[in-house]
């Protein structure tokens, strides 16, 4: 495949516009329908950041023999989460784990505690970084808890979950690294407080703040998934973590 058909391809793959990736990268509309024509190629700093949101290499982007069956292995992959999901969804009645309710929670929960810098509580662990939320949802949701906990700094580990009164039905471990001192934990904050119950997993897909950019890549569904994010300060990457989880029993 060639640079112009993996622009394109990748931007349809993430439901995006022309004129919604152009946004996302700085650049004009018009820039983007000429890289799909083949009419010109992205500048070193827009191919980087085109790698960034959809969470492929320079290399994927650049080699012509690279893409076609990468691609198909996507198709088939998403097409057997996408069985399964219905199979379990009929079967167990995933109907609460994955409810508008439930993703709202969490939303609210992430935004009360780490992204909102609330406050730790007592550690489960020695030197781990607890933090914790809760709300009593009504006869219908139950009482609904967040938990966050994790180990480390610049280089760290973790884990959120989710019980319904006392019984953990949902999880997500990270980990993640501070790669350059110009890092901002604050800018972090504010792009995780900013989390949608549409992808409720860590940030929104793009968040920018002056030169500083966060960019999160997920595949899967909240009962299975897995993901990336990256922040930019400039062009250069200064933080990176990656993320899977999904529903236990």
């Known amino acids: 495949m060639s640079l112009a058909e993996k622009i394109t391809c990748l931007r ?19 820039a983007v329908s000429k890289w799909e024509a083949a009419e010109s190629v992205p500048d070193i ?19 012509d023999g690279c893409g076609t069956a990468e ?4 198709d088939v992959r998403s097409a057997e989460r996408n069985s399964s999901a219905t199979s379990t969804e009929t079967v167990n009645g995933a109907d609460f ?31 781990s970084h ?4 809760s709300e009593d949802l009504g006869a219908d949701f139950g009482t609904l808890e967040y938990y966050d906990t994790y180990l480390g ?25 501070v ?7 604050d800018f972090l904050k504010s792009a995780l ?19 500083k950019t966060y960019i999160c890549k997920v595949c899967g569904g909240f009962d299975w998934f897995s993901g990336s994010e990256a922040i930019f300060h400039g062009t250069k990457k200064v933080y990176e973590c990656v993320f899977h989880g999904g529903i236990v029993r």
């Open 12 to 30: 349809k793959r993430n439901f995006l516009s022309q004129e919604e990736l152009s946004e996302r990268l700085g650049v004009s509309r018009q």
């Open 45 to 63: 700093e827009n191919l980087v950041r085109i790698c960034g949101l959809f969470g492929v290499s320079v290399d994927f982007m650049v080699k």
């Open 71 to 74: 691609f198909a292995a996507d």
């Open 97 to 127: 784990y994955d409810s508008a309710e439930v993703r709202e929670f969490l939303c609210r929960a992430k935004r009360a505690t780490y992204a909102g810098k609330g406050s730790e509580v007592q550690p489960c662990r020695k030197n």
């Open 130 to 133: 607890d933090l914790f939320y």
């Open 153 to 177: 700094g610049r280089n760290f580990s973790g884990e959120e979950a989710l019980w319904k009164d006392g019984i953990p039905f949902w999880a997500m471990n990270y980990c993640g690294r």
């Open 179 to 185: 790669l350059d001192e110009s890092f901002s934990g």
């Open 193 to 211: 407080h900013v989390v949608k119950p549409e992808l409720p997993f860590r940030g929104p897909e793009f968040f920018r703040d002056g030169d």
